[in-house]
């Protein structure tokens, strides 16, 4: 059985410990900083199954735009996938930063899955983004209205 709950700061370690697995091998750690565990606590969520990290959605309100929040990282563990896990973190999410009406998130252009992923739970591609973090990757930028 699948419980989300709060991400905590004890929970950093144990997720960017598996990141870069879940990810396919692509070091993503270092884009996944502690202070989503401390700062962030309120929108960002853990699944457990039998007490193991089964996956987590790291999110914020934003700062700068009354309507909207985002998403800066959501994963599954591999062995969990399919089930409904990354969906069920979504809509934690929804409902923690609701009334807000505008969630966005940004993925790579090569992640199909996740822009599969995204367009299932009821996100729409607004623009892909050349070179939208100065190193010269290509991003899509997605929304999803509440
Ligand atoms: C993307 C990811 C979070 C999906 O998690 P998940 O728990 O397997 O997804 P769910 O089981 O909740 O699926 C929800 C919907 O998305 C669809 N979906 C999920 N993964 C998919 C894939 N690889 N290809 C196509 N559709 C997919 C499901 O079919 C489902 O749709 P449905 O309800 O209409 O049948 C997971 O594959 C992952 O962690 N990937 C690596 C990390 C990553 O790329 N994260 C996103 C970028 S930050």
């Given at each position: 059985?699948?419980?989300?709950?709060?991400?905590?700061?004890?929970?950093?370690?144990?997720?960017?410990?598996?990141?870069?697995?879940?990810?396919?091998?692509?070091?993503?750690?270092?884009?996944?900083?502690?202070?989503?565990?401390?700062?962030?606590?309120?929108?960002?969520?853990?699944?457990?199954?039998?007490?193991?990290?089964?996956?987590?959605?790291?999110?914020?309100?934003?700062?700068?735009?009354?309507?909207?929040?985002?998403?800066?990282?959501?994963?599954?563990?591999?062995?969990?996938?399919?089930?409904?896990?990354?969906?069920?973190?979504?809509?934690?999410?929804?409902?923690?930063?609701?009334?807000?009406?505008?969630?966005?998130?940004?993925?790579?252009?090569?992640?199909?899955?996740?822009?599969?992923?995204?367009?299932?739970?009821?996100?729409?591609i607004e623009r892909i983004a050349?070179?939208?973090?100065?190193?010269?990757?290509?991003?899509?930028l997605?929304?999803?209205?509440?």
């Amino acid at each position: 059985v699948i419980e989300l709950r709060h991400a905590e700061p004890g929970d950093h370690a144990l997720v960017v410990d598996r990141i870069d697995e879940w990810w396919g091998g692509r070091p993503m750690a270092e884009m996944l900083p502690r202070l989503f565990f401390v700062h962030f606590r309120d929108t960002s969520f853990v699944a457990e199954e039998d007490g193991r990290l089964a996956g987590f959605l790291c999110g914020f309100r934003s700062q700068t735009y009354d309507e909207e929040a985002y998403v800066h990282f959501v994963g599954v563990d591999p062995a969990c996938r399919g089930r409904g896990v990354g969906r069920l973190l979504y809509e934690r999410f929804f409902a923690a930063v609701r009334p807000r009406t505008v969630v966005r998130c940004v993925t790579s252009t090569g992640n199909e899955a996740s822009v599969a992923f995204h367009t299932s739970i009821g996100f729409e591609i607004e623009r892909i983004a050349e070179n939208h973090d100065g190193r010269g990757g290509d991003r899509v930028l997605m929304a999803r209205r509440l």
